[in-house]
């Protein structure tokens, strides 16, 4: 019997080493990231004005596919805001929606989009157990699913009007993060497009890129 408990005894300790010996650590992480949003492609009339913004939070799921884990895959879920400050008042009739430039002035005039994510990714970093600080190149695509498409307009006068658009089925969106510890720059391009939209007897589908920045905390 004391042979049994000294094989054993043996088996843990050995198991506890190889397990030292082994890397383990993964990048699990909570992101933030906010970027100026533009319209890809849009109508000479339709117009960004004031500072548009996009902002997003969630958390991403890492999971390393090499030994020594600075290369992995990453799956997640998160919300997503994009805010497009124009000069075209948007309606909706007979499933179209219309974009006509506001005459005679405004004082306020927004588009949004909200929707929850789902992030793919692909992950490369230097980084191992004690190095906390290092390079990583993120990209992949993230499926959007809205939950809500809105504009906002307040006339000169104060009266505030606003309308809800149809909202798109799922949209995937392309996405690349690169940089340094905390300091990360992210370039995101829309896939699919959000609506198909009617401005100057024009159809044009709206899609945006956004340039910004991205922290991960741990």
Known sequence: ????????????????????????????????????????????????????????????RDMPINKQRTLAVGIGFGYDQTTIYNNNLFTYAEDNISATVI???YQKNYLRIQSF????????????????????IHTGISIHFPSRFSTYNKTLTGQI???????????????????FNTWNISIAHDIQSWATLNAS???FDMKFTKIGLIFYVF
């Open 117 to 136: 994510a789902v992030p793919l990714e692909f992950r490369w970093r230097n980084s191992n157990e004690t190095k906390h600080a290092f390079w990583r």
């Open 103 to 105: 005459e005679g002035g």
């Open 1 to 60: 019997m004391k042979h049994i408990y000294c094989i054993l005894f043996l088996l843990v300790v050995g198991s506890i080493f190889a397990q030292e010996k082994t890397p383990t650590f993964r990048e699990d992480q909570i992101y933030m990231s906010i970027a100026y949003p533009y319209f890809s492609d849009a109508p000479n009339n339709l117009i960004q004005n004031k500072l548009s913004y996009a902002f997003s939070v969630g958390f991403i």
């Open 201 to 203: 007897n024009n159809k």
């Open 161 to 179: 009007n606003t309308t809800k658009l149809p909202l798109k089925g799922p949209i995937s969106r392309w996405n690349v993060y690169f940089g």
